[in-house]
T-cell receptor, first 115, second 116 residues
């Protein structure tokens, strides 16, 4: 039973265009969401996060949108660059309850940005 | 400041054997979390240690165990290896307990375990 779902295993985008990576979750207790980027042979690196009290967080070319009613978040990358090609993981956590301190990850979406 | 280091980087074992993986967190970090990454399941939480105590545990069988030393270094052990244990094992450190649910968690490069 996957609590965090990234339904697109891969995404291909042209350089300079927008990349939109989607993530859905089922656990209404989740109140903090993060995106990680992972290159081959490296560990994931933190990209951007959002708390459930917000619906948008922006950091440079990266913006995360949260729709709590739909239990959906998305990561927008504008403009996309070839160096953004990586696997992107969505992760969620609940600040209370037994899962405190645990990050629940999606299976990842492989983004390819073509020059 | 040096990042999270994991040793070994690659490991090949056979079914039934046991394995121990090591993780050295960022200096000053006291929390270490372990994750298993497989193509089919993505990243799954194994356990978190803080100040030598296991704080949280994921949904893995008892063959998976860990410990943390007084210098915050952590080891993970898998006994009676199965083919399905082949995965990338990632360690992450953070300064505080429960730091996994913030942007304060830093991952190591992982140990690639292959079970034949």
């Amino acid at each position: 039973d996957q609590q965090v779902k990234q339904n697109s295993p891969s995404l291909s985008v042209q350089e300079g265009r927008i990349s939109i990576l989607n993530c859905d979750y089922t656990n209404s207790m989740f109140d903090y969401f993060l995106w990680y980027k992972k290159y081959p042979a490296e560990g994931p690196t933190f990209l951007i996060s959002i708390s459930s009290i917000k619906d948008k967080n922006e950091d440079g070319r990266f913006t995360v949108f949260l729709n709590k009613s739909a239990k959906h978040l998305s990561l927008h990358i504008v403009p996309s660059q070839p160096g953004d090609s990586a696997v992107y993981f969505c992760a969620a956590s609940a600040s209370g309850g037994g899962s405190q301190g645990n990050l629940i990850f999606g299976k990842g979406t492989k983004l390819s940005v073509k020059p | 400041k040096a990042g999270v280091t994991q040793t070994p980087r690659y490991l090949i074992k056979t079914r039934g054997q046991q394995v121990t993986l090591s993780c050295s967190p960022i200096s000053g970090h006291r929390s270490v979390s372990w994750y298993q990454q497989t193509p089919g399941q993505g990243l799954q939480f194994l356990f978190e240690y803080f100040s030598e105590t296991q704080r949280n545990k994921g949904n893995f069988p008892g063959r998976f165990s860990g410990r943390q030393f007084s210098n915050s270094r952590s080891e993970m052990n898998v006994s009676t290896l199965e083919l399905g244990d082949s995965a990338l094992y990632l360690c992450a450190s953070s300064a505080r307990a429960g730091g996994a649910w913030s942007n304060e968690q830093f991952f190591g490069p992982g140990t690639r375990l292959t079970v034949l």
